[in-house]
């Protein structure tokens, strides 16, 4: 079965630090482009950042540049986000999601998410 | 950035009706549309990619037309499960844009 498990999230003060992660199966994770998508409570949905297969190309929004990192362990089927200086408009549930293949970039597969409440 | 617009923001329909959601960008996107129905406490799925290919598994009461800038969702036959948000998100540049989200209630 094709899955995304997201785990990392929970509470932290203004100013602090997390890092989540996706964990990946059921797929050949190498041969696609991952995202992180988040939603804030009673909200839309915003995408956060991406990165290519091999990690040779990230982006983000400009929301969280310069705050926020995307990486990803090809040899751990995962993908990782590092999320520094976090504010209260952080607060949300975060999803990584799979780009479809090509250049199409839909995203085909989404995990559950993890929530993160950034709150003193 | 490209800024994609749904309307409307709500729609009461009624089981067996014809809905038409609209999305427009900013900018032409060519055909780089995507759309996701979402239900409460669930994660996004992907209805419709490419402005109209129907992703696999998706009941074919679904289509999706349009390019360049103006979009729709079109839903033949409400059945009781599509009362859900859609989402429209265009892949055409980074950052890859949603809509707002159009809430669909029963009537």
């Known amino acids: 079965e094709v899955q995304l498990v997201e785990s990392g999230g929970g509470v932290v003060r203004p100013g602090g630090s997390l890092r989540l992660s996706c964990a990946a199966s059921g797929f050949t994770f190498d041969d696609y482009g991952m995202s992180w998508v988040r939603q804030a409570p009673g909200k839309g949905l915003e995408w956060v950042s991406g990165i290519n297969w091999n990690g040779g190309s990230t982006g983000y929004a400009d929301s969280v540049k310069g705050r926020f990192t995307i990486s990803r362990d090809n040899a751990k089927n995962s993908l990782y986000l590092q999320m520094n200086s976090l504010r209260a408009e952080d607060t949300a549930l975060y999803h990584c999601?799979?780009?479809?293949?090509?250049?199409?970039?839909?995203?085909?597969?989404w995990g559950q998410g993890t929530m993160v409440t950034v709150s003193s | 950035d490209i800024q994609m617009t749904q309307s409307p923001s709500s729609l009461s329909a009624s089981v067996g009706d014809r809905v038409t959601i609209t999305c427009r960008a900013s900018q032409s996107i060519s055909s780089y549309l995507n759309w996701y129905q979402q239900k409460p406490g669930k994660a996004p799925k992907l209805l419709i990619y490419a402005a109209s290919s129907l992703q696999s598994g998706v009941p074919s009461r679904f289509s999706g037309s349009g390019s360049g800038t103006d979009f729709t969702l079109t839903i033949s036959s409400l059945q009781p499960e599509d009362f859900a948000t859609y989402y429209c998100?265009?892949?055409?540049?980074?950052?890859?844009?949603f809509g707002q989200g159009t809430r669909l209630e029963i009537k």
């Open positions: 999601a799979r780009d479809s293949p090509g250049d199409l970039k839909a995203f085909d597969i």
């Open positions: 998100q265009q892949s055409y540049s980074t950052p890859r844009t």
